[in-house]
Protein backbone atom coordinates (compact mmCIF):
# COMPACT_ATOMS: atom_id res chain seq x y z
CA UNK A 1 0.00 0.00 0.00
CA UNK A 2 1.49 3.56 -1.10
CA UNK A 3 1.35 5.38 1.74
CA UNK A 4 1.31 8.88 1.42
CA UNK A 5 2.87 12.34 3.97
CA UNK A 6 1.45 15.93 2.38
CA UNK A 7 2.42 18.96 5.17
CA UNK A 8 -0.25 19.03 7.80
CA UNK A 9 -0.82 22.99 7.11
CA UNK A 10 0.25 26.02 4.94
CA UNK A 11 -0.39 29.37 4.81
CA UNK A 12 -0.66 31.87 1.33
CA UNK A 13 -2.15 34.91 0.27
CA UNK A 14 -4.43 35.91 -2.08
CA UNK A 15 -3.09 35.70 -5.80
CA UNK A 16 0.25 33.61 -5.07
CA UNK A 17 0.53 30.59 -6.36
CA UNK A 18 0.80 27.35 -3.94
CA UNK A 19 2.57 24.21 -4.13
CA UNK A 20 2.17 21.30 -2.71
CA UNK A 21 3.96 18.36 -2.07
CA UNK A 22 2.86 14.95 -1.69
CA UNK A 23 5.39 12.04 -0.74
CA UNK A 24 4.69 8.05 -1.91
CA UNK A 25 7.97 6.30 -1.68
CA UNK A 26 7.03 3.00 -2.71
CA UNK A 27 4.09 3.48 -5.54
CA UNK A 28 3.55 0.64 -7.82
CA UNK A 29 4.24 0.90 -11.17
CA UNK A 30 0.54 1.25 -12.08
CA UNK A 31 -0.55 3.64 -9.83
CA UNK A 32 -1.98 7.19 -10.85
CA UNK A 33 -1.92 10.26 -8.02
CA UNK A 34 -4.89 11.48 -7.59
CA UNK A 35 -5.91 14.82 -5.94
CA UNK A 36 -8.52 15.78 -3.84
CA UNK A 37 -10.21 19.15 -1.89
CA UNK A 38 -12.68 19.24 0.84
CA UNK A 39 -14.30 22.35 2.39
CA UNK A 40 -15.75 21.83 5.42
CA UNK A 41 -18.85 19.49 5.87
CA UNK A 42 -18.40 18.40 2.31
CA UNK A 43 -17.10 15.64 0.37
CA UNK A 44 -14.01 15.75 -1.40
CA UNK A 45 -14.42 17.05 -4.84
CA UNK A 46 -11.68 15.33 -7.57
CA UNK A 47 -9.06 18.00 -8.69
CA UNK A 48 -6.30 16.56 -11.09
CA UNK A 49 -4.75 13.26 -11.61
CA UNK A 50 -1.44 12.07 -13.11
CA UNK A 51 0.73 9.62 -13.87
CA UNK A 52 3.78 11.21 -14.77
CA UNK A 53 5.25 14.45 -15.62
CA UNK A 54 2.85 17.11 -15.90
CA UNK A 55 -0.73 17.55 -16.12
CA UNK A 56 -2.82 20.57 -16.30
CA UNK A 57 -6.40 21.92 -16.13
CA UNK A 58 -8.55 24.71 -15.60
CA UNK A 59 -7.93 24.31 -11.50
CA UNK A 60 -4.30 23.19 -10.89
CA UNK A 61 -1.47 21.73 -12.20
CA UNK A 62 0.43 18.16 -11.31
CA UNK A 63 3.71 17.64 -11.60
CA UNK A 64 5.37 14.14 -11.38
CA UNK A 65 9.41 13.59 -11.67
CA UNK A 66 10.56 10.43 -12.93
CA UNK A 67 10.60 8.39 -10.23
CA UNK A 68 7.08 9.11 -9.18
CA UNK A 69 8.27 9.15 -5.84
CA UNK A 70 6.75 12.25 -5.26
CA UNK A 71 3.89 15.05 -6.88
CA UNK A 72 3.74 18.51 -6.47
CA UNK A 73 0.06 20.24 -6.83
CA UNK A 74 0.36 23.48 -8.20
CA UNK A 75 -2.70 26.38 -7.44
CA UNK A 76 -2.17 29.42 -9.53
CA UNK A 77 -2.90 32.50 -8.19
CA UNK A 78 -5.31 31.80 -4.91
CA UNK A 79 -8.04 33.37 -3.56
CA UNK A 80 -9.72 32.72 -0.41
CA UNK A 81 -12.19 30.41 -1.83
CA UNK A 82 -9.23 28.00 -2.59
CA UNK A 83 -9.08 27.76 1.77
CA UNK A 84 -9.78 23.84 2.53
CA UNK A 85 -8.09 20.43 2.77
CA UNK A 86 -6.30 19.03 -0.02
CA UNK A 87 -5.44 15.39 -0.17
CA UNK A 88 -2.66 13.18 -2.06
CA UNK A 89 -4.49 9.67 -3.18
CA UNK A 90 -2.67 6.85 -4.57
CA UNK A 91 -4.84 3.72 -4.09
CA UNK A 92 -3.73 0.83 -3.71
CA UNK A 93 -5.28 -2.13 -5.92
CA UNK A 94 -6.14 -5.46 -4.14
CA UNK A 95 -6.03 -8.66 -5.22
CA UNK A 96 -10.09 -8.76 -4.99
CA UNK A 97 -10.19 -5.85 -8.09
CA UNK A 98 -11.04 -3.90 -5.38
CA UNK A 99 -9.65 0.05 -5.16
CA UNK A 100 -8.41 0.91 -1.61
CA UNK A 101 -8.36 3.98 -1.06
CA UNK A 102 -6.32 5.20 1.86
CA UNK A 103 -6.26 9.16 2.33
CA UNK A 104 -3.47 10.80 4.54
CA UNK A 105 -4.33 13.54 6.88
CA UNK A 106 -4.07 15.97 3.76
CA UNK A 107 -3.07 19.37 3.84
CA UNK A 108 -4.95 22.53 5.22
CA UNK A 109 -3.99 25.22 2.94
CA UNK A 110 -5.25 29.22 4.72
CA UNK A 111 -5.54 31.67 2.10
CA UNK A 112 -5.26 34.97 3.43
CA UNK A 113 -6.30 38.55 2.59
CA UNK B 1 -23.72 18.34 -7.17
CA UNK B 2 -21.31 15.10 -7.23
CA UNK B 3 -24.71 13.25 -8.58
CA UNK B 4 -24.55 11.15 -5.27
CA UNK B 5 -27.36 10.72 -3.24
CA UNK B 6 -26.82 10.51 0.67
CA UNK B 7 -29.74 10.40 3.26
CA UNK B 8 -30.66 11.46 5.62
CA UNK B 9 -28.39 14.31 6.25
CA UNK B 10 -28.49 14.64 9.74
CA UNK B 11 -28.73 11.46 12.32
CA UNK B 12 -29.32 12.32 15.75
CA UNK B 13 -29.65 8.69 18.33
CA UNK B 14 -28.68 7.19 21.85
CA UNK B 15 -25.76 4.67 22.25
CA UNK B 16 -26.54 1.37 22.13
CA UNK B 17 -28.71 2.08 19.22
CA UNK B 18 -28.81 1.12 15.35
CA UNK B 19 -29.04 3.04 12.29
CA UNK B 20 -28.87 2.52 8.65
CA UNK B 21 -27.23 5.11 6.32
CA UNK B 22 -28.25 5.04 2.58
CA UNK B 23 -26.07 5.87 -0.45
CA UNK B 24 -27.72 6.23 -4.44
CA UNK B 25 -24.14 6.32 -6.53
CA UNK B 26 -23.93 8.08 -9.77
CA UNK B 27 -25.82 7.47 -12.74
CA UNK B 28 -23.79 4.29 -14.31
CA UNK B 29 -21.22 4.01 -11.82
CA UNK B 30 -21.26 0.21 -9.92
CA UNK B 31 -18.83 0.89 -7.05
CA UNK B 32 -19.85 1.86 -3.87
CA UNK B 33 -16.90 3.25 -1.05
CA UNK B 34 -17.94 4.45 2.20
CA UNK B 35 -15.81 6.42 4.52
CA UNK B 36 -15.85 7.87 8.26
CA UNK B 37 -14.43 11.19 9.08
CA UNK B 38 -14.46 12.25 12.86
CA UNK B 39 -13.94 15.83 13.83
CA UNK B 40 -10.43 16.93 12.60
CA UNK B 41 -9.79 13.79 11.16
CA UNK B 42 -9.05 12.84 7.54
CA UNK B 43 -11.03 10.10 5.85
CA UNK B 44 -10.80 6.37 6.89
CA UNK B 45 -12.01 3.68 4.32
CA UNK B 46 -14.23 1.91 5.66
CA UNK B 47 -15.39 -1.01 2.91
CA UNK B 48 -16.04 -0.74 -0.60
CA UNK B 49 -18.26 -2.75 -3.23
CA UNK B 50 -18.58 -3.29 -6.34
CA UNK B 51 -21.91 -4.86 -8.60
CA UNK B 52 -23.59 -6.05 -5.53
CA UNK B 53 -20.18 -7.74 -4.37
CA UNK B 54 -17.51 -6.53 -1.33
CA UNK B 55 -14.29 -5.56 -2.95
CA UNK B 56 -11.82 -4.22 -0.66
CA UNK B 57 -12.19 -3.97 3.20
CA UNK B 58 -10.79 -1.06 5.55
CA UNK B 59 -10.97 -0.47 9.30
CA UNK B 60 -14.26 -1.29 9.86
CA UNK B 61 -15.31 -2.24 12.87
CA UNK B 62 -17.18 -5.86 13.34
CA UNK B 63 -20.29 -3.52 14.79
CA UNK B 64 -20.82 -1.82 11.29
CA UNK B 65 -22.03 -3.49 8.09
CA UNK B 66 -22.77 -2.85 4.47
CA UNK B 67 -24.39 -4.24 1.61
CA UNK B 68 -24.96 -2.84 -2.46
CA UNK B 69 -28.00 -3.80 -3.65
CA UNK B 70 -29.04 -4.98 -7.09
CA UNK B 71 -30.52 -1.47 -8.10
CA UNK B 72 -26.79 -0.72 -6.88
CA UNK B 73 -27.66 1.64 -3.64
CA UNK B 74 -25.43 1.13 -0.70
CA UNK B 75 -26.41 0.90 2.91
CA UNK B 76 -23.91 1.36 6.08
CA UNK B 77 -25.19 -0.36 9.19
CA UNK B 78 -24.33 0.68 12.28
CA UNK B 79 -24.88 -1.36 15.68
CA UNK B 80 -24.50 -0.92 19.71
CA UNK B 81 -23.75 2.82 18.66
CA UNK B 82 -20.70 4.58 20.87
CA UNK B 83 -20.04 8.00 21.65
CA UNK B 84 -17.03 7.15 19.47
CA UNK B 85 -19.23 6.64 16.67
CA UNK B 86 -20.34 10.75 16.10
CA UNK B 87 -18.81 11.11 12.69
CA UNK B 88 -19.25 12.49 9.00
CA UNK B 89 -19.98 9.55 6.89
CA UNK B 90 -19.09 10.20 3.51
CA UNK B 91 -20.45 7.44 0.55
CA UNK B 92 -18.58 8.00 -3.11
CA UNK B 93 -18.53 6.07 -6.24
CA UNK B 94 -17.22 5.25 -9.18
CA UNK B 95 -17.74 3.83 -12.91
CA UNK B 96 -15.38 0.57 -12.13
CA UNK B 97 -13.36 -0.68 -9.53
CA UNK B 98 -9.49 -2.24 -9.73
CA UNK B 99 -7.98 0.46 -11.51
CA UNK B 100 -5.69 3.04 -9.96
CA UNK B 101 -6.84 5.93 -12.30
CA UNK B 102 -10.66 5.64 -10.94
CA UNK B 103 -12.39 9.12 -9.85
CA UNK B 104 -14.09 8.96 -6.81
CA UNK B 105 -17.65 11.35 -6.27
CA UNK B 106 -18.18 11.96 -2.94
CA UNK B 107 -22.15 12.72 -1.68
CA UNK B 108 -22.41 15.50 1.37
CA UNK B 109 -22.29 12.61 3.92
CA UNK B 110 -24.63 12.17 6.70
CA UNK B 111 -23.74 13.65 9.82
CA UNK B 112 -24.36 11.18 12.95
CA UNK B 113 -24.45 12.72 16.60
CA UNK B 114 -24.59 9.43 19.19
CA UNK B 115 -25.75 10.85 22.35
Known sequence: LAKTTQPISMDSYEGQEVNITCSHNNIATNDYITWYQQFPSQGPRFIIQGYKTKVTNEVASLFIPADRKSSTLSLPRVSLSDTAVYYCLVGDIIGTGGFKTIFGAGTRLFVKA | ?115
Open chain 2, 1 to 115: DSGVTQTPKHLITATGQRVTLRCSPRSGDLSVYWYQQSLDQGLQFLIQYYNGEERAKGNILERFSAQQFPDLHSELNLSSLELGDSALYFCASSYSSGRSNEKLFFGSGTQLSVL
